[in-house]
């Protein structure tokens, strides 16, 4: 027989406790303040002891609340992760992808069409990840190039998928002059959370970029925007603005310059390591090579 605190009231304990508020447990469950109320105090009556302290109008928990909601949060996920994954076993094999949104936009989800006709049976989901905050949010992959940012072991379990390549980019008419090894311009564009690629462009080309201004954004896809707008010079990987060169709203005046590292897929699930894992894996080897 197993020994459990009152089930139906523990969702409410749960939520109210990580949410700090009775009113907010409320709104998230979809149930009134006095109905979540009468679940905690039906879970303190069960245990025979508090769980919260009065604090000014609100609650806080003690520290057998505290032990508690470790246990209660614990196994919710537990059951949640769970649970989500038989559901998604239930629809069929499943890869969750997270890279960089510029990357999804403007690389990955024009070329899913060609995924899903060679894997009809594969679903993808996708989750963004950036260079400010690593969100995998229960990815099975991620994909990235700059490694420098993830821990050792990640990086020594990152399967390589493609060579790299980056450049300055800038709009026609954008007054961009090379002077011998100098690359003179008004204003570079920067992005907000790493300099990597501007840092890595310079060391592998033998360039210096001389300019006055830098204009700062929070995404590479933006920092390409602004250079297609002529606000400034970028530096880009070259399939992120492949389309853009081609169609002459950006060019590369110093071409572009192979970096060292390359695009690599890190497992973060052991559903990496499963058929739909490895047919994405090589359908990116594939297609970025």
């Not at 072991?153 to 011998?180: E, K, M, T």
Request: proline content about 6%.
């Amino acid at each position: 027989m197993r020994h459990l605190p009152p089930l139906s009231s523990l969702r409410a304990f749960e939520a109210t406790a990580r949410l700090g508020s009775v009113t907010r447990a409320a709104a998230e469950l979809g149930r009134t303040h006095g109905a979540v109320s009468r679940q905690l105090r039906s879970l303190q009556d069960a245990a025979g002891f508090a769980l919260f302290d009065k604090a000014g109008t609100g609650l806080r928990l003690n520290a057998r609340g505290e032990a508690m909601q470790r246990a209660a949060a614990e196994a919710l996920d537990g059951l949640e992760r769970e649970w989500v994954r038989l559901l998604d076993e239930a629809r069929g094999p499943m890869v969750h992808v997270a890279c960089s949104a510029t990357f999804a936009m403007r690389w990955l989800v024009p070329r899913l069409s060609a995924f899903y006709r060679q894997h009809p049976g594969i679903r993808l989901r996708l989750s963004m990840t950036t260079a400010r905050e690593l969100r995998f949010e229960g990815a099975d992959l991620v994909v990235a190039w700059d490694l420098s940012c993830y821990s050792i072991s990640d990086q020594a379990r990152a399967i390589p998928l493609g060579d790299i390549a980056f450049g300055p980019v800038c709009a026609p008419d954008y007054p961009v002059r090379q002077v011998a090894q100098v690359l003179q311009a008004p204003t570079r564009i920067a992005h907000d959370y790493t300099s990597r690629a501007w840092e890595g462009w310079e060391e592998q080309s033998g360039f210096a970029l001389c300019n006055e201004d830098e204009l700062p954004f929070p995404h590479t896809h933006l920092c390409i925007e602004a250079a297609g707008a002529g606000l400034g010079i970028a530096v880009v990987e070259q399939r992120l603005v492949a389309d853009d060169i081609a169609t002459g709203r950006l060019i590369a005046p110093c071409g572009f310059i192979p970096f060292p590292e390359g695009w690599a897929a890190i497992p973060s699930s052991s559903r990496a390591d499963t058929v739909a894992g490895r047919a994405l894996v090589a359908w990116l080897q594939t297609t970025l090579a």
